[in-house]
């Protein structure tokens, strides 16, 4: 069984598009996360966020927001896409900040 | 925020030599220093952690180190094998936030056959 799954793996749009990433975890945990890594493989923290609090990176434009529609879910939603979020998103839960994360397979983004 | 600095950025080594990656971070009051390895074209995964309260962890052919004086924290892999290279990732808890962590830059490791 899959422990964090994302939809699409793969994702090439125009600019100027909205575009959402779907995540879900069957782990029971209680935190997600949203990350981008770029071509140089750094992984940012996006956002982190429970049922109680959403921490938001503060360099994460505001074209970016998570929807968590209940505890399993948290998908990324991305309003008027620009050339430079072609990147890997990888979607992670974990109970805590400081146990174990488990990452989904990734979401590769091109924006042409 | 918290800053955690990884080097080195690549790393080759032939296969059965040792490898060592090394990070320092900001944070005096990081609790929890997680790394991860990430294949090419896959996910990162966890491989070995550790808390403070402890100066050193092992499990098989890995181990980590901690020295919380002076703030960093070192990955160390023994006879190392061509499954081995990989991406490495340190990581420490953000500075003010319980949910999040933040990550090295990543150590791109090449075992030689």
């Known amino acids: 069984d899959t422990a964090v799954s994302q939809t699409p793996k793969y994702l090439v749009t125009q600019m100027g598009n909205d575009k959402s990433i779907k995540c879900e975890q069957n782990l029971g945990h209680d935190t997600m996360y949203w990350y981008k890594q770029d071509s140089k493989k750094f992984l940012k923290i996006m956002f982190s966020?429970?049922?109680?609090?959403?921490?938001i990176n503060e360099t994460v434009p505001n074209r970016f927001s998570p929807k968590s529609p209940d505890k399993a879910h948290l998908n990324l939603h991305i309003n008027s896409l620009e050339l430079g979020d072609s990147a890997v998103y990888f979607c992670?839960?974990?109970?805590?900040?400081?146990?174990?994360?488990?990452f989904g397979p990734g979401t590769r983004l091109l924006v042409l | 925020g918290e800053n955690v600095e990884q080097h080195p950025s690549t790393l080759s080594v032939q296969e059965g030599d040792s490898a060592v990656i090394k990070c320092t971070y900001s944070d005096s009051a990081s609790n929890y220093f997680p790394w991860y390895k990430q294949e090419l074209g896959k996910r990162p995964q966890l491989i070995i952690d550790i808390r403070s309260n402890v100066g050193e962890k092992k499990d098989q052919r890995i181990a980590v180190t901690l020295n919380k004086t002076a703030k960093h924290f070192s990955l160390h892999i023994t006879e190392t094998q061509p499954e081995d290279s990989a991406v490495y990732f340190c990581a420490a808890p953000s500075s003010g936030s319980a949910r999040q962590l933040t990550f090295g830059s990543g150590t791109q490791l090449t075992v030689l056959p």
């Open positions: 966020y429970n049922n109680k609090e959403l921490i």
């Open positions: 992670a839960s974990s109970r805590l900040a400081e146990e174990t994360q488990y």
